[in-house]
């Protein structure tokens, strides 16, 4: 075994991510959480990944046997046959071959025995990595709880005195003084939980290299474990210069002042069925004339639906899609966590070097992501700095609850979040229901105060001149007299 300076991989690249480049070598790592929650996976990630790097690895184990912990991984992609094990089950040989319970008292058996024999194969095997799962079964080697607690702290303080770089597994112990004594010996603390929000992992202790701070997206898939870690907003050099992208139809870039500057974010606002897709969907159409390159997140249709109704109006998305200026992604409903949704965007525009994301719409966001909506929420926003630091333009949909009128900008109140803000409304005029558009911010440059009437016609969207001599269409009910300013709204 030779002497490493450099972080151990913990087998996992979201996991490495977290700790600063993985763990400390000669370091002895505690991973907790309950039954389910994914910690003897780690345990085998972390193996597996010594096997790859030609490294001498041991699994001590005591709950599962081998051939079940081989099983086990081979359900999930993870490979540790070659691995060395030391069965500590009360059933394994290496407890009935010396010994018998039968005919003594345990407390007049030596309980030095034990321990030296767990040592002398330690020695034998002579392991780069040790996952002890869990730590708990060493209770089977003593007599009573102040001699296990003894015997373990002597047991880690040996394996670390090898340099050999251990992750033990632990269930939550009802006894608070064993908690406290293992979480104090471990030089790191990954906890595992598994709730509301999905999967999640956190590390609470990482001594020398320190940790990413918070809780993580988790998910435990094909391949075992997918960590995502959150998504920290990095400054990005970009020099200033005031782009603005259009809509390509004329009466909306008149009413928007040009258009909408690159490196924002827009809210488009609006009721069920006023046209905020198609909105969003034409502003991608118009930035793929101009070579840029879009994706669309759909959390609220499907990809057929969307298509077909985008194309029936005349919006080319299939035609983009194949000359790869739009991707289109459908999320399940509770499939993914914040952290991972952030994950699959960055990728994207990654790979893609995308220019434009659209978000398809916030409601959808909330309640198709895991996690409570204050939470979401924060990560959206965490997204959206990403994006714009990135250089990328984002797009959000929003529903609102008025049908006609709009007393609110944006629901979950997160205007905040926005650099311009338009929405769609319903009004009635002349004994009729129609539509009309508005731009109630615009963080750069200046638009119209007032409101033009909107239509989606089989040609594509038509936006009219500015409405003059009425007042009130933002409480949905327009009268004569008066301009419809939205100033007052911003």
């Known amino acids: 075994m ?3 300076t ?3 991989s913990s087998g996992v690249d979201g996991l490495d991510d977290i700790l600063h480049g993985g763990f400390v070598p000669g370091r002895m790592y505690l991973v907790h959480g309950q039954p389910g929650t994914g910690k003897t996976l780690l345990g085998m990630h972390f193996l597996e ?8 690895v041991l699994f001590i184990h005591g709950e599962e046997s081998k051939e079940e912990i081989i099983a086990n991984g081979n359900a999930v992609g993870i490979d540790v046959t070659d691995a060395e094990f030391l069965d500590l089950g009360p059933d394994s040989d290496f407890f009935t071959e010396d010994y018998s319970y039968d005919l003594v008292d345990p407390s007049d058996i030596e309980q030095d025995r034990y321990t030296q024999d767990i040592h002398e194969a330690i020695r034998e095997i002579d392991p780069d990595r040790v996952v002890v799962d869990p730590i708990t079964q060493l209770r089977y080697v003593e007599a009573n709880d102040y001699q296990f607690r003894k015997r373990i702290l ?3 303080r040996f ?3 090898r340099e050999i770089t251990v992750v033990t597994t632990a269930t939550p112990s009802t006894d608070q003084e064993y908690d406290t004594e293992i979480r104090s010996l471990s030089d790191g603390i990954i906890e595992l939980t598994r709730g509301d929000g999905g999967r999640r992992i956190k590390v609470a202790k990482h001594r020398a290299l320190g940790q990413r701070e918070g809780d993580h997206g988790m998910e435990i898939r094909g391949n075992g474990l997918e960590i995502f870690p959150q998504l920290v ?3 990005h050099e970009h020099p200033f210069e005031s782009i603005q992208l259009e809509f390509g139809i004329e009466g909306l870039d008149e009413l928007v002042g040009g258009g909408f500057d690159k490196r924002t974010v827009t809210f488009i606002s609006g009721p069920t069925g006023a046209g905020k897709t198609s909105t969003g969907t034409q ?3 118009q930035a793929a004339k101009n070579g840029l390159k879009s994706a669309v997140y759909l959390f609220e249709e499907d990809m057929e639906t969307y298509e077909h109704r985008s194309e029936a109006i005349g919006m080319p998305v299939t035609s983009m899609r194949e000359e790869d200026t739009l991707s289109i992604t459908e999320i399940e409903p509770r499939s993914l966590s914040g952290e991972e949704f952030a994950h699959m965007v960055k990728q994207e525009v990654d790979e893609r070097e995308t220019d434009i994301v659209m978000i398809d719409g916030l409601d959808g966001y909330t309640t198709s992501i895991q996690g409570n909506e204050d939470m979401l929420v924060r990560k959206l926003h965490a997204l959206t700095r990403y994006l714009k630091n990135r250089g990328v333009t984002v797009l959000i949909t929003n529903e609102i609850s008025e049908i006609t009128g709009i007393s609110n900008a944006t629901s979950n109140n997160l205007s905040y979040v926005a650099d311009n803000l338009m929405f769609l409304s319903y009004v009635e005029m002349d004994g009729s229901l129609r539509k009309v558009v508005g731009v109630l911010k615009k963080r750069s440059g200046s638009f119209e105060h007032n ?9 594509g969207i038509r936006v009219g001149e500015p409405l003059t001599g009425l007042y009130g269409i933002l409480q949905g009910t327009p009268r004569s007299g008066g301009a419809a300013d939205v100033s007052r709204y911003k």
């Open 2 to 4: 030779e002497h490493r």
């Open 233 to 235: 907003p990095e400054r």
């Open 159 to 161: 394996l670390k005195q």
């Open 283 to 285: 502003f991608l159409a």
């Open 154 to 156: 002597a047991f880690m």
């Open 451 to 459: 409101l033009r009437e909107f239509e989606i016609e089989s040609s």
């Open 49 to 56: 990944e010594g096997l790859d790097d030609d490294e001498t």
């Open 6 to 8: 450099s972080p151990v």
